[in-house]
């Protein structure tokens, strides 16, 4: 845990390979859209909430993780949700599309508790919040778009129903990756009662490395203060990242003073990880 109060750190660091921090954010099917997807791999990462297990030689990559192209721009998805949050503008698509497939191969349901992103992976469980009313829904992505410029989210009629942004059609929204389902085949929790997102076991990543000395350098640094932090390793099909970790506690509000706090110590890269 950071002690808030006696938290220190000598930021004059050096390093012979620089930290590589990644942001958290492939297509949808919806008909004539998806027309080619590139055998390419992507360099983004961020810490996994259910964490990869994958072997450097042995590399499984579903095809909704590969990057893709429609209108002649390059989508990269990432590898995973955690940390992600995102504000933008939310639509919904229903009947014209109802019981069509979707990009993971699951039949689209209009009724469900679904939606769409161009970037999270499949079946990350989204707290979606209607910042123009202040309701909220909880959704699981096994879609991608929506492919129109602004546009974050497109919900299912059900979701975008209790959003109440059907009869506008859009609307402003914040949107928190808060889990994976476990069992891709169930349905998202249809009330945030379901879910206690506040409560976990956070870290605060301050640090991904190709070289391991590099990320026991700085694990090094905040060990030295009585921090507890762990080296978490993540396997690409070229190389392995080391991520630097460092226990922010069981509060998801205690965890944001703790980055807020190593942010003022100069690494501002770092952010929230729920393990």
Not at 231 to 237: A, D, G, M
Request: hydrophobic share 40%; with cysteine; aromatic share 10%.
């Amino acid at each position: 845990m950071i002690h808030l109060r006696s938290f220190k750190l000598n930021t004059n660091r050096t390093t012979s390979d620089t930290p590589k921090q990644f942001l958290s954010n492939p297509t949808r099917k919806r008909p004539c859209v998806l027309h080619s997807i590139l055998l390419l791999f992507f360099s983004l990462f961020i810490l996994g909430i259910t964490g990869a297990q994958a072997s450097a030689n042995n590399i499984s990559i579903s095809p909704t993780q590969h990057p893709y192209v429609i209108n002649n721009h390059i989508y990269h998805p990432l590898p995973t949700s955690s940390g992600f949050k995102q504000t933008g503008i939310a639509s919904w698509y229903g009947p014209d599309f109802n019981g069509h497939t979707t990009s993971n191969g699951e039949v689209y349901n209009m009724y469900g508790q679904t939606a769409a992103h161009k970037l999270l992976p499949m079946n990350t469980i989204l707290l979606v919040s209607n910042l123009e009313n202040g309701r909220s829904t909880i959704v699981r992505i096994n879609d991608r778009g929506p492919f129109i410029p602004g546009r974050i989210l497109d919900l299912s009629y059900t979701a975008a129903k209790k959003l109440d942004l059907v009869e506008n059609g859009i609307a402003k929204v914040q949107v928190t990756a808060i889990g994976q389902a476990k069992n891709p085949a169930s349905s998202a929790p249809t009330s945030i009662k379901d879910i206690n997102f506040n409560l976990g076991e956070f870290y605060i990543q301050v640090g991904a490395f190709q070289r391991k000395r590099n990320a026991l350098r700085m694990q090094k640094k905040f060990t030295d203060f009585g921090h507890a932090t762990i080296i978490q390793q993540f396997f690409s099909q070229k190389s392995i990242l080391y991520r630097v970790c460092v226990y922010a506690g069981r509060e998801l509000k205690e965890a944001y003073q703790a980055e807020k706090l190593i942010h003022q110590h100069g690494w501002m890269g770092a952010f929230v990880v729920a393990k």
